[in-house]
């Protein structure tokens, strides 16, 4: 059978079996937790004491000035700091989720330290009110808390992440200060807001929400009596309350029904009340903890020092003077194991690897009995293997399972595997050094995750490390942390010499943000270090912000170039652009083509006159010539550029400027030629303007304004802006016989005919007369066409047959009569004329 010993240690409640396992003697000195204010994170996290400013106490050989000090769960120190903060009496702490102690004090002020008695920037307010009405009580919870003022008035900041204190609903208690305070938190509520629980004087208690109050004085027909202590379970579901004449009840936190009542022969109200995860409940008077369960009688436990009580979610820690202890019921794998007088296949599987290893023939008979069970026994000796804080009964429950598992043949073989490896980092984190005595159940809760970066925080980088490469976890957060660590803690060591020794660490994981390392040493003001380090970053995108941000312009400059990437190079040229002169940020993009041609890219766009300052600072005159150029055209959208508008002559000078500059060049002759004529051209256009007091012309072609003119009878205009511009006899010709037939004024255009011969011959006389529907007007130049293939088309447009088939004839050209013959289709005589004409042509068909 299996050991009695084991069994003797447990205390039986109705048909539970708990036991209480030391897991530390604490190894702190002179430690009365009588005369401090005492704070424990859940998931065996560190322990907070300060000394109860609310209590009178003597000073031993210690100093007045109160200390923070910050223990593992052992009694191992872990920091302290001087507590100087004004706002009154400390009214509670408390560890948040995120292993960070919150203190607040008297005036509503929260100030918050990391596990290293750091004070953490900036503390919260708890608002106007909490400061001048002052708090009486708080409590605490996940990221949130709850406090009570002198006026009763119940504020609350739910996360302290985002730190938005609000006041609930005013309960109205008057004169009348409520016994105790409980929190059901927001993630137990259907509201999704925090609820809170007030004991009241009278009788009963008080549901206090955002919006509303109410009132429970009954619970499943009992009448409530004043309650001195309340509880809220771990998952917001029960509710243990202490009654005003010794009875504790239990009832779910919806008030339907008491589920049971135990008198605890005290009608004085304990100083704890603690659930013992979801089984039973925990009362603690000064010199004995009670724990009561549904059915049976109370458990006792006797003690001649001070107790905390810390809820878990597997049962209670209990910290004293000289010890943590742990509280919890025996798990059914353990019980089937260890309970006296047992025969369950995992209790003879049990005693099997003692006879065997006492060599008796015993262990083969053992195992004969329990053949069509061994795989479930195997599996609760693992099971029971994981619940052991004693290192030697997890070796020797495992060794039985092994022992077992080699005579099944069908049981996983990688289970004992992994229990071995989840038992391996549940004991290197429980070693006193660490002190996180985590369950196996708080450990599946937290996750391996989590648990490193607790050891992280606590700076228990080497573990961390080894616990992330054994699990298979991400090593570069813990490199990372350690790195920036080492960085703060030597700053007595030389650059050159902590450089070698981060790096030895550094290249330990592939692809580790070296930027993220150099941004924190040149935060602690080792900017050199940080201009080391980055040089290893292989990302351009950290890189270079990096490289920024210490002041290393010219070399973030080079890395954005040499990358590609044109939004990392269009970041350092903005940032240089606004630190650097002028002429030095010049000189430093001319030789690097990529961030030339970026900025000037973007400058055509939005920054001409630094544009300009830059093609004259490297001599391309032709450039800033072309760029006043745009600029002039630029004015011409200006609503105001009309009308004879002033504008026209900046616009005339821009142009002026970008001549004279292309005239200093050599290659530019062209551009200074039409820069010339088009500010003569403005000028003109300008004085026409002015003069006809109508906005058409400005922007025109030479060709347009010539035309206009004429359609408004200007003819010595016209003819001026020939002279001036050139315009060839041809042009001016088709310009001039357009522009009269557009303003329908046939006699001058008849006139204009006559003058000489025109150089562009009749035609353009007879389109211009057939586009604005003058027949007869084209009959005046359709015989002087000398060509007959003109005059026969011209003949056919008007709609003239015979003439068209006259003139054709002589041209004898047979496809010209088949063109002619489709443009009147209508015409049945003039398409039998032209077949008549066709057919007598050799070779037309």
């Not at 769960?73 to 702490?93: D, N």
């Not at 504790?248 to 100083?271: Q, R, Y």
């Not at 003690?303 to 820690?317: A, H, S, T």
């Not at 009964?393 to 073989?413: E, I, N, V």
Request: with cysteine.
């Amino acid at each position: 059978m299996a050991n009695v010993s084991v069994a003797a240690e447990w205390q039986l409640l109705y048909n539970r079996y708990y036991r209480k396992p030391e897991l530390y003697p604490m190894r702190w000195k002179h430690i009365d937790l009588s005369r401090n204010k005492v704070a424990c994170a859940p998931f065996g996290g560190p322990i907070a004491v300060i000394r109860d400013d609310s209590k009178i106490v003597q000073l031993y050989a210690e100093s007045a000035l109160r200390k923070l000090r910050i223990f593992n769960s052992a009694g191992v120190q872990i920091s302290e700091t001087v507590w100087k903060h004004p706002g009154g009496r400390l009214i509670g702490m408390y560890w948040t989720e995120d292993q960070i102690l919150a203190c607040l004090v008297q005036d509503g002020t929260i100030f918050r330290y990391n596990i290293h008695a750091e004070l953490i920037e900036p503390s919260i307010s708890m608002g106007k009110e909490c400061f001048e009405q002052n708090v009486v009580d708080c409590v605490f919870w996940g990221n949130g808390v709850v406090c009570l003022t002198e006026s009763h008035k119940i504020f609350c900041v739910a996360d302290f992440k985002n730190p938005k204190p609000y006041e609930l609903a005013d309960p109205e208690l008057e004169d009348s200060a409520p016994l105790c305070v409980a929190v059901i938190e927001p993630q137990y509520v259907m509201s999704g807001n925090v609820e809170v629980l007030l004991g009241l004087a009278d009788r009963g208690l008080m549901v206090v929400e955002e919006d509303s109050v109410q009132k429970v004085e009954a619970v499943g027909g009992e009448v409530l009596g004043p309650l001195q202590k309340l509880a809220v379970s771990g998952d917001g579901k029960w509710l243990a309350a202490f009654t005003y004449d010794g009875q504790l009840l239990v009832m779910p936190t919806d008030f339907s029904e008491i589920k049971f009542a135990c008198n605890c022969e005290s009608a004085l109200p304990p100083e704890q009340l603690a659930w013992c995860g979801m089984d039973s409940v925990v009362l603690y008077w000064d010199d004995m903890i009670l724990m009561v369960g549904p059915i049976g009688e109370p458990v006792r436990y006797l003690y001649d020092e001070p107790v905390i009580l810390v809820p878990e979610c597997d049962g209670v820690r209990i910290l004293s003077n000289s010890s943590m202890e742990f509280l919890q019921r025996v798990p059914d794998s353990t019980v089937s194991i260890f309970k006296i007088g047992s025969t369950s296949p995992a209790s003879l599987l049990y005693d099997a690897l003692d006879h065997f290893d006492k060599r008796s023939a015993k262990a083969d008979e053992n195992l004969r009995l329990i053949r069509s069970s061994l795989p479930e026994a195997v599996e609760t000796c693992i099971d029971a293997s994981a619940h052991e804080f004693d290192v030697s009964r997890q070796r020797t429950l495992l060794r039985a399972a092994s022992y077992g598992q080699a005579f099944c043949s069908h049981f996983k073989r990688d289970r004992i595997q992994e229990m071995c490896k989840t038992l391996r980092v549940l004991n290197a984190v429980r070693s006193p050094e660490v002190g996180i005595p985590l369950s196996i159940k708080q450990y599946k809760l937290l996750t391996s995750s989590v648990l490193v970066a607790r050891l992280i925080n606590a700076h228990q980088h080497f573990l961390a490390l080894r616990v992330s490469e054994y699990l298979g976890l991400n090593q570069e957060v813990v490199i990372m942390h350690w790195a920036c660590s080492k960085i703060t803690a030597s700053l007595a060591i030389p650059d050159a010499t902590l450089l070698e020794i981060l790096l030895d660490k550094l290249r330990l994981c592939k692809g580790i943000s070296y930027a993220a390392v150099a941004a924190h040493g040149d935060k602690n003001g080792r900017r050199k270090l940080a201009a080391m380090l980055v040089e290893h970053e292989p990302h351009s995108s950290k890189q270079v912000p990096l490289l920024l941000s210490i002041g290393e312009e010219d070399t973030a400059l080079a890395k954005a170039t040499e990358s590609g990437d044109t939004d990392l190079v269009y970041l350092v040229l903005f940032h240089i652009w606004q630190k650097r002169p002028a002429l030095e940020f010049f000189g430093m993009i001319q030789a690097r083509p990529l961030a030339r041609d970026l900025f000037i890219s973007y400058s055509r766009c939005y920054k001409h006159e630094f544009l300009k300052d830059f093609f004259l600072s490297t001599g391309q005159l032709e450039e800033v010539a072309f760029l006043l150029w745009k600029e002039s055209w630029e004015l011409s959208k200006n609503p105001m550029a009309s009308k004879g508008s002033p504008l026209q002559g900046p616009r005339i000078k821009h142009i002026e400027k970008s001549q004279s500059l292309f005239l200093e060049t050599k290659d530019h002759n062209f551009e200074s030629k039409a820069a010339e004529e088009h500010a003569k051209l403005l000028r003109i256009q300008h004085e026409l303007e002015v003069t006809t007091k109508q906005a058409i012309f400005l922007d025109s072609s030479i060709s347009d304004t010539i035309r206009t003119c004429i359609v408004l009878g200007n003819h010595r205009a016209a003819m001026k802006v020939k002279n001036e511009f050139k315009v060839s006899e041809k042009r001016w010709y088709w310009l001039k016989v357009f522009a009269l037939a557009t303003i329908r004024d046939w006699d001058a255009l008849e006139k204009f005919s006559k003058e000489k011969r025109p150089p562009i011959g009749y035609r353009p006389f007879v389109e211009a007369c057939i586009d604005a529907d003058e027949k007869g007007e084209a009959l005046k130049y359709i015989p002087k066409l000398v060509d007959p293939r003109e005059r026969a088309e011209s003949y056919a447009r008007i709609g003239m047959a015979k003439e068209a088939a006259d003139a054709a004839s002589q041209a004898k050209d047979g496809e010209l009569l088949g063109r002619l013959k489709l443009t009147l289709s209508q015409n049945a005589s003039a398409s039998s004329l032209f077949d008549t004409l066709r057919s007598s042509f050799q070779g037309v068909s």
